[in-house]
């Protein structure tokens, strides 16, 4: 797989040099390419049928500027494409040093047996390490910020080590280290996050098994309030929680994905776990446990690899980057609406109650979301929800059906709508009443990738772009 003939070669740098120009400019995009790119080394052990389904697969084909794969062969050349673009990214030094962490974590947890891939990934590992060698020579990666050497100077382990235990001990400290840097952590800044690592006490500093930490991680949350957990792991954007499905379909990082499914468990899937825990009589730490580990395994990741705790902070910490960077992204693009609210001027009711007209722009809505719309008490009905392309669908039948140009609207229309001052659901009940804080599908298409839409939350009012795979609520629009 990792060997390429000479015209090989000069078909790959030509179809990857679109992809390493935007590397160069927005770094944001090109890790979490990079990510998917070891993601998609271990598909052959995954159900073939579900591939499609896979949200790095997608931005891979887009990504790389590849056409869908249908056969073994296409994916065969996917994979080959995919690590070519990875050797491309450490030729040409487009990898900070947080990243270059998170990847070679990554790639060293891949379950691959193949003794020729085997090679290729420790000769990556190689070059990865050489890099971030390189990296450390730099006179701007010997700088320690302020802030950082400051918190280093004053740092105290002992209340961590008195009142944490190990898991959580650790997961402070690198949560605080986080909170005085976000991200574009300096060689110098990780390496003193290291050697403050080695004096936590931890019983483990030198290696432990994943199973064996997120097992541990979870005897001990059942003895913490969940929030102070959540507040460990979550990478909440200006003091707004930043949804697991975001992560989930935006960052290839089972391990802090797994994480955030830990929080799940006590929070959103409580009832569920409960459930379970009555049928099997296992604990809550068990049965989320026996959840998760299928689950991350599932997702490629070897639950038996071992991390050092080095590893294992520089792990959490690029991917809570990445991904506040990437909602930020997210929610750039709704503030780019212009809002101004004042609803008893700008909305009216129009036909009998049913539609909502909004004279800032002549846009006429559905007063309820479909599947609540001409029932009797729309509070109390059930919501229906859509993929992306069964919703255009829906549109379009009702257009059909009543002879007016129904369809979804735009993010921008959409996210014209939220507003923040009504609380949950962001949007004004006297003329929207029984919104549910859900998402709703647009018809805007995702960012660079054909196969995500736009969506708008009503839960506080925020934006993102989702696989169109995703069932969520639809408010239709016309004018």
Not at 246 to 252: A, G, I, L, R
Not at 285 to 313: K, S, W
Not at 344 to 355: K, L
């Amino acid at each position: 797989m990792f060997s390429y003939t000479i015209q090989e070669l000069g078909h790959l740098n030509a179809r990857l040099k679109p992809a390493l120009e935007i590397a160069k400019q927005r770094k944001v995009e090109s890790e979490q390419l990079a990510l998917d790119a070891v993601r998609i080394m271990v598909v052959p052990p995954l159900t073939a049928n579900n591939l499609e389904k896979r949200h790095f697969y997608r931005r891979l084909l887009q990504g790389l500027g590849l056409a869908e794969t249908k056969t073994p062969v296409d994916l065969y050349q996917l994979q080959r494409t995919a690590w070519k673009y990875l050797e491309k990214l450490a030729e040409f030094d487009c990898l900070q040093v947080g990243m270059i962490g998170l990847i070679r974590n990554n790639l060293a947890s891949l379950p691959i047996t193949d003794p020729d891939a085997q090679t290729a990934l420790r000769l990556m590992d190689q070059t990865l390490g050489s890099l971030l060698e390189k990296q450390a020579l730099k006179p701007a990666e010997t700088r320690i910020e302020t802030n950082i050497g400051l918190w280093l100077k004053q740092l105290s382990l002992t209340d961590y080590r008195e009142h944490h235990p190990p898991c959580i001990r650790f997961l402070s400290l690198v949560t605080d280290f986080y909170n005085f840097k976000h991200g574009l952590w300096t060689f110098s800044e990780l390496a003193s996050l290291n050697k403050v690592l080695g004096h936590l006490g931890l019983p483990w500093h030198s290696g432990i098994v994943l199973a064996d930490f997120l097992g541990d991680l979870l005897e001990e949350i059942d003895t913490l309030n969940i929030r102070d957990y959540i507040r460990l792991v979550d990478a909440s954007f200006e003091g707004e929680d930043i949804d697991v499905m975001f992560v989930q379909d935006q960052v290839s990082s089972p391990v802090y994905l797994g994480l955030l499914r830990i929080a799940q468990g006590y929070t959103t899937t409580r009832q569920l776990i409960e459930g379970l825990m009555q049928k099997t009589g296992l604990s809550r730490p068990m049965m989320i446990r026996e959840t998760l580990l299928p689950f991350m395994g599932n997702q490629g990741i070897d639950v038996n690899h071992v991390y050092t705790a080095e590893n294992l902070a520089v792990e959490i910490l690029a991917a809570r980057y990445l991904t506040s960077r990437l909602h930020f992204d997210c929610r750039n693009a709704e503030a780019s609406v212009k809002r101004t609210f004042d609803p008893v001027t700008r909305f009216f009711v129009v036909s009998n109650g049913q539609e909502v007209k909004d004279s800032h722009n002549g846009l006429i809505w559905r007063r309820w979301s479909e599947g609540q719309i001409n029932k009797p008490n729309p509070a109390t009905t059930e919501i229906m929800v859509f993929s992306h392309q069964a919703a255009m669908e829906h549109a379009a039948g009702e257009a059909a059906r009543t002879g007016l140009p129904w369809r979804l609207p735009t993010v921008e229309e959409l996210a014209g709508l939220i507003d923040r001052s009504q609380g949950n659901p962001a949007i004004s009940r006297k003329f929207f009443p029984d919104t549910p804080p859900k998402w709703f599908w647009t018809s805007t298409p995702g960012k660079g990738n054909a196969q995500n839409a736009w969506s708008v939350g009503f839960s506080h009012g925020s934006t993102n772009y989702v696989s169109k795979i995703n069932p969520l609520a639809v408010r239709l629009v016309r004018g």
